[in-house]
């Protein structure tokens, strides 16, 4: 068996994230002119990687109709300027899609077939609200294949809370608190400057131009969110303040074989070690991220106590960092990387 070449990730990129409503950040801006504006910056900031040498645009996107449409990897390849000669396809795994399209991005250099490609994922939920136009099989409901709740990502939630009662709503408002003051410190230290890139839209009759995040809620409060109702369940634990919100944004990132790297003069930020993909009960999609990490420590033998960074999104000087997902329908996965 031919060893597996190493693939690096160079550099990322993404927009400032936006509310998924009327008045918010992207209501009049397309989703496929977001994720261009990301291939632009990458391009833009790394000129040693020549358009013509990009061996594949991979997009993911959750409900690809509209402008999430028409094979998205290829049709934003063509808008950001990419030589016809560049392909691209889309894929969708509902919350991992972006990170599949890494990990199938990974591995075509790993074996060998590429050497440079984009990888990214875009969602506008603003236009396509999670479900639009979609059609579940009656048989799901009908031969008891799951339950009723499965179809709603706030009632599995609940779902969760009632498998593991530990986990009450006090403690998941408190994680709710700190999450806002780390990443109101994040912006602060200027930790985002690196990575989030700026964006003209049409607001209000008039240009202008989104540098940061606009869902942060700074000075959210643990007596503020105890008042909040609970939408999924009467007297449930789930809120809109101690939950994922629903937002526009987009990010990619370019990856390059290690050989490709070091010819191009690029930075070698970190490598994809390994990755695990599992399948869990759909009515408790949330747990998904721990047997995801479970079947891929086992791959890796790796312990926690070697992992440094848990749901990894920013730069880190730790060794091992994880990003980790729950993903709708019942799965999780966990991507192990290295810092070089």
Not at 6 to 18: E, H, K, M
Not at 168 to 175: F, G, I
Not at 201 to 206: F, K, M
Not at 210 to 239: A, I, K, M, Q, Y
């Amino acid at each position: 068996m031919t060893d597996l070449r190493d693939a690096v990730y160079v550099d990322g990129a993404r927009l400032p994230i936006g509310r998924a409503r009327a008045d918010g950040y992207y209501a009049h801006t397309r989703a496929d002119d977001m994720a261009v504006r990301c291939i632009r910056a990458l391009l833009d900031r790394n000129p040693a990687v020549e358009p013509a040498s990009v061996d594949d645009n991979v997009w993911a996107a959750t409900t690809q109709i509209g402008d999430q449409g028409l094979t998205i990897g290829r049709t934003t390849a063509i808008l950001a300027g990419l030589p016809t000669s560049v392909p691209g396809y889309a894929i969708d795994r509902m919350c991992a899609g972006a990170l599949t399209a890494i990990t199938n991005a990974a591995n075509a250099i790993r074996t060998g077939a590429q050497d440079v490609c984009i990888a990214g994922g875009v969602e506008h939920m603003g236009r396509h609200p999670m479900g639009e136009q979609a059609d579940p099989n009656p048989r799901f409901l009908a031969e008891s294949l799951v339950d009723a709740s499965a179809l709603v990502m706030g009632s599995t939630a609940e779902n969760l809370h009632d498998a593991h009662p530990e986990i009450s709503r006090e403690r998941c408002d408190a994680y709710a608190v700190q999450s806002q003051e780390r990443v109101a410190k994040a912006a602060a230290d200027g930790v985002f400057d690196s990575h989030v890139v700026r964006m003209s839209v049409w607001a209000d009759g008039a240009w202008r131009v989104v540098s940061g995040d606009e869902h942060p809620r700074p000075g959210t409060t643990l007596e503020g969110l105890s008042e909040l109702r609970t939408p999924f369940r009467p007297g449930g634990r789930v809120t809109a303040g101690n939950a994922a919100g629903l937002n526009d944004g987009a990010g990619a990132c370019v990856l390059a074989s290690r050989e490709a790297a070091d010819r191009l003069g690029l930075p070698g930020v970190m490598r994809v070690v390994d990755y695990a993909f599992v399948g869990v009960q759909p009515e408790t999609m949330g747990i998904g991220p721990i047997p995801a990490t479970d079947a891929l420590l086992a791959k890796t033998g790796l312990t926690m106590d070697d992992i440094d960074v848990v749901e990894m999104n920013e730069a880190f000087d730790a060794r091992y960092g994880l990003t980790t997902l729950c993903v709708g329908l019942g799965m999780g996965c966990t991507v192990l990387w290295e810092r070089l």
